[in-house]
């Protein structure tokens, strides 16, 4: 029998652990999911991941989150943003997406980054009520738990309209998420040693010629391919086939600062944790979900190797490269490298992409208020805290997006549709009141 290893045994962070369930309401006294609903629930927004740009993968997940409640099911929106924007670009698409208008991404990073201050005009939002009274969940996968948490730090700082609070994200539900960067980028092709200049003829090279040729025919092409580059002016319309192959010699956008590839870096990810971004606000229910397809190398090695019954697969392949990266080759030298001594085997463990410290939440644990859930929890969830669940032998898909209809994943939906119930009755007389 194969032991939880130690990164997955109960810790908490930025406060004791729990010893007593005398301050948190019975789940007996809790509004269970088949009970009788006077209010419609509160949607859930789906938020996708790294080249992430549809729903038809996500199969029939919402009969497992609604079997519970037939009669009043939850609705689920899924939100279109740069499948590979930068996560700033990413939140406000998100955020206008939602409540409707022109995308501001704001006078100042977009002068910066040298595209335009506006970019899509979307005439209807999905949900133009939004607010604290009319709060959202949200689920995101790899990324698109990152771009959430990036939108929320937008909130909070006054980027968007002044009525725009950070309440009004009432929950968060972050699968596989590189809250802190991840490994694979570097062997995808980003460069250690000068991010987030990209190695030519590399993977992740590759993928930036493909986006620019997406977006120079993006006017007859599927919503499937859609990069949301309108606030870069990449399309025919645009540009000249020269100005084309410029780019496809060397990206302005690829090998920027403002694309998903530098985001995951372990650089952009201690950047943003400098900034404050991703504190926890006091009125917000966190969670995290969080897999590995990787043992242990060695008893004496921290290093990570797929498990032998994965069948060889791109996944196993990047499993091997995170399980064994050398962290101290990372130039500037991030806060975790310098404390090398002291980093245990959740560095190395890890779903095919993100490494599992990363997929645990922003900050360490010592730096933010965390409880690692181990086995089945009784306790109504609390605002302000990221409670972390861990789930071996999974590889960075599946869960969610790709739908194979396996136990796990209705399990999963199942088991989020507590969650989600458990939340809005903990809430409930908050906001009646």
């Known amino acids: 029998m194969w032991a939880l290893p130690n990164f997955v045994l109960a810790r908490s962070g930025g406060m004791p652990p729990s010893t007593s369930d005398a301050s948190s309401p019975s789940p007996n006294a809790l509004r269970s999911p088949g009970s009788d609903h006077a209010h419609s629930p509160h949607p859930l927004v789906i938020v996708q991941g790294f080249l992430g740009n549809g729903s038809w993968l996500w199969g029939s997940f919402e009969r497992y989150l609604n079997e519970d409640r037939p009669k009043n099911p939850r609705r689920t929106i899924f939100v279109s943003v740069g499948p590979v924007s930068s996560l700033h670009d990413r939140a406000c698409e998100l955020y206008y997406a939602l409540v409707g208008g022109t995308v501001d991404y704001g006078e100042a990073h977009s002068a910066a980054h040298g595209h335009a201050r506006f970019g899509r005009h979307i005439p209807q939002g999905q949900y133009p009520q939004w607010s604290e009274e009319h709060p959202l969940h949200f689920l995101g996968h790899s990324i698109g738990g990152a771009t959430v948490v990036k939108m929320q730090w ?45 190695r030519p003829f590399s993977v992740g090279a590759l993928i930036g010629k493909f986006v ?28 000249s086939v020269f100005t084309l192959m410029r780019q496809l010699w060397r990206s302005d956008w690829a090998e920027s600062r403002d694309a998903t590839p530098f985001d995951v870096t372990l650089q952009a990810a201690e950047e943003r944790e400098a900034e404050g971004e991703g504190r926890v606000e006091p009125g917000v229910f966190y969670q995290s979900h969080v897999g590995w397809m990787t043992n242990r190398r060695t008893l004496s090695s921290p290093h990570h190797t797929p498990r032998s019954y994965f069948p060889f697969s791109a996944s196993t392949y990047s499993a091997r490269l995170v399980g064994s990266f050398d962290y101290s080759t990372v130039k500037p030298a991030p806060r ?98």
């Open 154 to 198: 937008l909130i909070r700082n006054g980027h968007f309209d002044r009525q725009a609070r950070p309440g009004m994200v009432l929950s968060l539900n972050a699968i596989a998420a590189p809250f802190r960067g991840t490994p694979v980028v570097y062997a995808l092709g980003e460069r250690v040693d000068a991010a987030p200049a990209v």
């Open 336 to 433: 975790i490298c310098v404390a090398r001594a002291k980093m245990g085997e959740e560095y190395w463990a890890n779903d095919g992409i993100v490494p599992v410290v990363s997929q645990w939440h922003p900050f360490a644990c010592s730096e933010t208020t965390c409880e690692h859930v181990t086995g089945v929890r009784n306790r109504s969830p609390r605002p302000g805290v990221w409670y972390v669940h861990s789930t071996q032998d999974t590889h960075h898909t599946s869960l969610v997006p790709l739908w194979t209809g396996t136990h796990r994943q209705q399990e999963f939906w199942r088991s989020l549709s507590r969650w989600l119930a458990q939340v809005e009755a903990a809430t409930a007389p908050t906001r009646a009141g």
């Open 212 to 239: 620019h040729v997406a977006s120079f025919f993006a006017p007859f092409l599927p919503d499937i391919l859609d990069m949301h580059g309108d606030c870069r002016s990449l399309t025919y319309r645009d540009i």
